[in-house]
């Protein structure tokens, strides 16, 4: 079955500072893969998707993630974290159960802190 | 455009009481899910449904039921409240191969 682990729980950065969140997936065949960012109180926003192709792939508010197959990451990085970007931020796979229905699966999240 | 829009937003529950939370969207999608959320358990979903009439557990669905008779909703009943329903929950859609859009969720409370 697939699953997503973000190793991080919690992560405090400084403003201005560099950011990179985690995300290995588990999943047999190529995955459909996105980050989403939640707001407190908030739905999920999608940042970014990678479906194919390019494997550096750019997103919203200054977002990228890198696919890396041979690792099995797509960890999401920002070069400079603005006080707006704390939220939780969810990696998932997009991927096939056994029934052949397509399924999006969340891993646990990670909580960013963004000291002023 | 409305995209997935959920009601209530808040609502809290007595123990044994029942209640349906609300899910429409417009987008046409094919793919609906509830997931519910717990702090530090990201999203589990609890059912979805490929098309009208056709619906499936999820890895959740215990204490649930769903139905889905058209393709814009996909309404979740709770029979039997009890506390470990005590969650937010989220409705979202989809096209096949594609990204989920999500509802603002619904914050229940089971008392």
């Keep these: 079955a697939q699953s997503v682990t973000q190793p991080d729980i ?3 950065v400084s403003e201005g500072a560099s950011l990179e969140l985690r995300c290995n997936y ?13 707001s407190p109180g908030q739905g999920l926003q999608l940042l970014l998707k990678y479906f194919s192709g390019d494997t550096l792939v750019q997103g919203i508010k200054g977002f990228e993630a890198e696919f890396k197959r041979s690792q ?3 960890n999401l990085r920002k070069p400079s974290v603005h006080w707006s970007d704390a939220a939780e931020y969810f990696c998932a796979v997009g991927s096939y159960s056994g029934a052949g229905s397509y399924q ?13 | 455009n409305a995209g997935v829009t959920q009601t209530p937003k808040f609502r809290i529950l ?10 429409t969207q417009d987008m046409n999608h094919n793919y609906m899910y509830w997931y519910r959320q717990d702090p530090g358990m990201g999203l589990k979903l609890i059912y979805y449904s490929v098309g009208a ?3 499936d557990k999820g890895e959740v669905p215990n204490g649930y039921n769903v139905s889905r008779s058209t393709t814009e909703d996909f309404p979740l009943r709770l029979e039997l409240a009890a506390p470990s329903q005590t969650s ?11 990204e989920a859009f999500f509802g603002q969720g619904t914050r ?4």
Excluded: E
């Design chain 2, 53 to 55: 009439g056709i619906t």
């Design chain 2, 108 to 111: 229940l409370t089971v008392v």
């Design chain 1, 10 to 12: 919690h992560i405090t």
């Design chain 2, 88 to 98: 937010v929950y989220f409705c979202a859609s989809s096209w096949i191969n594609t």
């Design chain 1, 72 to 74: 099995s990451s797509f």
């Design chain 1, 26 to 38: 588990s999943y047999g065949a190529t995955p459909y893969l996105f980050w989403y960012v939640q």
């Design chain 1, 104 to 116: 999006l699966t969340f891993g646990k999240g990670t909580k960013l802190s963004v000291i002023p």
């Design chain 2, 14 to 23: 007595k123990i044994g009481q029942s209640m349906t939370l609300q899910c």
